[in-house]
């Protein structure tokens, strides 16, 4: 209750109640109000700034939020290391490994590109996070791309390796008779003397002297396509498709080791020499075709001869002398 205040009237004797004005009572309403609500302010401010208002489950749901912001920092780390490791692969892929087996390297917009068409991210707008989680969810999609093309090409790879592992295997690339076996290199690839006409003609093979019955050997892995005596001049002979174009004849043998349609590796033994067909001495006839034209076999010796061995074949192979078929 206010307090009441008199003053003393000397005409009356008396005292007297004395009355506020209106302006000063209405002046002091307004300062009362107006603390009033600088006070609930400052105190509204001070709870929004504390966990006073706050009730456990938002408590646990801010913590889970704080949580949840440092997972994806260490996801957003984790990725860029992902990155790092798959363009040092991607380096390797393009520069080595495509290069050695003759393969395109994948152009790097390939391997980068995003994903076009309809907003593949629409469901994740919209919340207060929506930015992180896109980017991240983004992020995530191309790497996961990358190395679906990174697995993709290292599947080309090994099959590139694989048919490469067999074109070298299928090369003729051995000398069909062993060096201890022969008693010369009597003749090579050119323009020789024939030993019937005595007319100068080419020849296109190689004529390994050697004992009858010596072993002869397939040159590289192939399908044996011809095992008989119905070729002209080549008496008893083999001939070996090896794939890839390539085919090795074997001529003047004595007898066979193989059948037609069998399968040979480098190294089998398929026949022996001899002196079938048209030849003035035992000796193995050895051709070498490639797409269906014959070619020097000298150049196909790498996988046997030493380079003094090669170098010695090689001066040989080069004199114009007598052909012994």
């Known amino acids: 209750m206010s307090k009441v205040k008199y003053y003393y009237d000397p005409d009356t004797l008396s005292y007297r109640k004395i009355e506020p ?5 209405y ?25 006073i208002l706050n009730t456990p489950r938002e ?27 798959l363009a040092n692969i991607e380096d390797r892929d393009n520069n080595i490994y495509r290069l050695y087996f003759e393969a395109n390297p994948i152009p790097e917009e390939q391997r ?20 992180i989680i896109t980017d991240a969810t983004q992020r995530l999609d191309i790497i996961q791309k990358q190395m679906v093309i990174q697995s993709k090409s ?18 003729p690339a051995i000398q069909p008779v062993r060096n201890k076996d022969l008693k010369r290199m009597a003749s090579g690839y050119g ?54 174009g390539y085919l090795t004849i074997y001529a003047h043998l004595s007898k066979y080791n193989v059948t037609k349609g069998q399968k040979v590796k480098r190294g089998d033994l398929i026949g022996f020499v001899g002196n079938t067909g048209r030849s003035e001495a035992p000796h193995l006839h050895y051709e070498v075709w490639k797409d269906k034209e014959r070619i020097n076999p000298i150049n196909f010796y790498y996988g046997s001869l030493s380079p003094k061995e090669f170098e010695n074949m090689l001066k040989y192979a080069t004199q114009e002398n007598q052909s012994l078929d």
Do not use: C
């Open 191 to 244: 323009w020789r003397t024939d030993p019937f006409t005595k007319a100068r003609k080419m020849h296109r093979g190689m004529d390994f002297t050697a004992p009858r019955g010596t072993p002869v050997f397939a040159t590289g892995n192939g399908k044996i396509t011809r095992a008989d005596n119905n070729s002209s001049g080549f008496g008893k002979h083999i001939r070996i498709d090896h794939g890839h």
């Open 21 to 25: 004005k209106k302006s000063k009572r």
């Open 59 to 85: 408590l646990s749901l801010a913590r889970e939020v704080e949580n949840y912001e440092l997972q994806f920092d260490i996801l957003g780390k984790k990725m860029e290391q992902m990155e790092q490791v």
């Open 154 to 171: 290292l599947d080309e790879i090994a099959i590139l390796a694989e048919e490469k592992e067999k074109f070298l295997e299928a090369i």
């Open 27 to 51: 002046r002091n309403l307004f300062f009362f109000l107006l603390g009033s609500a600088l006070f609930g302010l400052l105190g509204l401010v001070i709870l929004l700034n504390t966990d």
């Open 112 to 131: 980068r590109a995003g994903f076009g068409g309809i907003n593949r991210y629409k469901s994740l707008e919209g919340f207060n996070n929506s930015k």
